[in-house]
């Protein structure tokens, strides 16, 4: 996330839609990537005041890759979907996209097996100098 408190609201309520009815267990993770604007606020409210969602805020912008880094460090899901938060990519494409998900995801989208990967295990995150967590699921 980088300055899209426009879209954030928008954006979440999609997700929560999408996941709800595809009825698998999820959780949404927004990474604030040092926006000037109220994007961090908005994610620590959503964090609040929903249990499946969590927000990592930078200090200040790294960069797409550590903040990709920083969201998949703070999952606790066996499968990951990576998107922007500008909604180019539609949540809606997230179930066929599940398909995929122990074989070769759909073209622009990401997915990972975090149990399968002894780096993702071994990675530590909390400690990072510059990441700050904002909630995280019990």
Known sequence: ???EEDSLPILNQKLIDVMEK???FFEIIYVDDGSSDKSADIIKDLAEHNAMVKGVILRRNFGQSAATAAG???ASCDIIVIMD???QNDPADIPS???FSYGSPAPGWSHRCLRSSPAA????SPGRPGWQKTSQLP
Do not use: E, M, W
């Not at 295990?121 to 530590?124: A, E, K, V």
């Open 72 to 74: 998949i460090d703070y």
């Open 1 to 3: 996330v980088f300055n």
């Open 97 to 99: 996209l599940l398909q």
């Open 85 to 87: 938060s500008d909604l």
């Open 121 to 124: 295990r071994s990675r530590g």
């Open 22 to 24: 595809d009825g698998r």
